[in-house]
């Protein structure tokens, strides 16, 4: 009983402290397994060496997952490293991809204002077109009514001048007749 507990607690002292565990190489177990087997076989002994197998077991599967640990902790080192780094890469890319939502805002923003001014300006040259179009229409109306007024004014010139040829050979007629009155007067002697 005394050995087991001493097996016991060396078990648990070697357990406990890995850099022990992970010191010891194959063969300085392989020496002290042998050393603990050589001894005379009794009872205790038999008990003795069950406990030493297991205790070999246990330090080999102890070394496996130490080994494992290693391992472990170098992929996990490995993915952190990859962590930080992705993580750097996402914070870049959203950095990145603010910016442009920003740009893409910007320029929304822009082209907004262009088709706004755009919009504006051929509504105004449309409201402009449509004014000449009235001024344009104004105007064929008062041609055809200067047109129609110089007809008038032709006929009405014409019409005068017809008046006055025809009040001019009225005239001369009447006047041809006073000379005439006046020249048989003067011959008959009767204006005397």
């Known amino acids: 009983r005394c050995c087991q507990e001493a097996l016991q607690t060396a078990f648990m002292a070697t357990f406990a402290s890995t850099e022990h565990v992970s010191s010891l190489n194959d063969e300085e177990l392989q020496v002290e397994s042998i050393n603990l087997r050589s001894a005379p076989t009794t009872a205790g002994h038999v008990e003795l060496n069950m406990l030493e197998d297991r205790f ?3 330090l080999a599967e102890n070394t496996a997952l130490l080994q494992q640990v290693e391992v472990t902790s170098k992929a996990l080192d490995q993915s952190r490293a990859q962590e930080e780094e992705l993580s750097a890469t996402w914070k870049a ?10 740009a893409v805002q910007g320029l929304m923003k822009n082209a907004q204002s262009s088709t706004r001014t755009e919009s504006t300006r051929l509504v105004e040259a449309a409201q402009h077109v449509q ?3 009235d001024v344009y229409k104004r105007l064929q109306s008062v041609n055809r009514q200067l047109q129609f007024a110089q007809e008038i004014q032709a006929w009405v010139l014409a019409d005068i ?5 025809a009040r001019t050979s009225r005239t001369r007629k009447v006047e041809q007749a ?3 009155v006046f020249y048989y007067a003067q011959r008959d002697g009767g204006l005397e």
């Not at 001048?161 to 040829?165: D, G, K, S, Y």
């Open 56 to 58: 070999q077991h246990v």
């Open 178 to 180: 006073i000379y005439r």
């Open 131 to 133: 004014d000449l179009q």
């Open 161 to 165: 001048e017809n008046r006055i040829v």
């Open 93 to 102: 890319t959203i950095a990145v991809s603010a910016r442009q939502k920003m």
